[in-house]
């Protein structure tokens, strides 16, 4: 299905691997021409090699940056001053527990999660909005709305981007610009994936017999009892960047393969 963003430039962060780069490579299939985002330059560099190998009728970027850092966020804007969509993947998550939560910790993670992403999105928005089309899209999580206590200091950042998705959304009103968020559920990341070869490393069990046994004894809510795959992240991010996608503002768009109980 041509999702009509061919030639469109999207700003991907944290698009060296994991749902980032899916997000990126879903794009880069539709004609866009996607700018990756990384701390490392070389790192980026093959990304981008990657990508434009495989669709060499785009133009990948490498826009290599710690967003975190004010500076380095302003050089970024002054090279790539003008984009059609910005995807806010980037983030951090570790399990802690509570007691072990210190406000270092909690300012990090506000830092990078929502601090970085917020400050993207209003250098963009605005020229989005000026010239009448551009998207928003931001990744947080089910613990968004379902918070397991393994990660308060991750919940809260992800719970927060879903408010400030909606508040960013409240601006576009009567434009073709829109603001949404995507919550994904436990998906097989890189390092995901390396967690779970290492739990049952002394079994002999192919990948997806060890991925079956630890989805029926950590998540047995959830109801496809596998990890969800990136691509399949990707496949949907490409829609709601898309022009088919213009109705759907502000909205927190649920992928969790099941795991909220709830009927909202």
């Not at 967003?67 to 804007?77: G, W």
């Not at 909606?166 to 603001?179: A, D, F, M, R």
């Amino acid at each position: 299905m041509d999702m009509g963003l061919n030639n469109k430039t999207a700003l991907v962060t944290g698009s060296t691997k994991g749902i980032g780069k899916a997000i990126a490579i879903e794009l880069a299939k539709e004609g866009v021409n996607v700018l990756i985002n990384g701390r490392n330059h070389e790192e980026v560099d093959r990304i981008v090699d990657e990508i434009k190998s495989a669709f060499p009728a785009t133009s990948p970027q490498n826009a290599a940056a710690d967003l975190v850092d004010i500076q380095q966020r302003e050089d970024l804007f002054r090279k790539y001053p003008d984009i059609d969509i910005l995807v806010n993947s980037m983030g951090i998550y570790e399990i802690m527990r509570y007691e072990d939560v210190d406000d270092e910790v909690w300012e990090r993670y506000f830092r990078t999660n929502v601090l970085a992403a917020n400050g993207l999105s209003k250098f963009y928005l605005p020229k989005m909005l000026e010239k009448g089309y551009g998207r928003i899209l931001f990744i947080a999580s089910e613990e968004a709305v379902m918070p397991s206590g393994q990660m308060p200091q991750y919940c809260m950042t992800k719970s927060m981007l879903l408010s400030l998705s909606k508040s960013l959304s409240k601006l576009t009103k009567g434009t073709e610009v829109t603001v949404n968020t995507i919550m994904p559920g436990p998906t097989l990341s890189e390092n995901v994936q390396q967690i779970i070869e290492n739990i049952y490393a002394n079994e002999h069990m192919t990948f997806e017999e060890k991925e079956k046994t630890f989805m029926t004894t950590n998540l047995p809510q959830s109801e496809i009892q596998r990890f969800i795959k990136p691509v399949e992240i990707g496949r949907l991010a490409a829609f709601i960047c898309s022009p088919y996608a213009a109705a759907f503002k502000g909205s927190p768009i649920r992928m969790d393969g099941g795991m909220v109980p709830t009927i909202y």
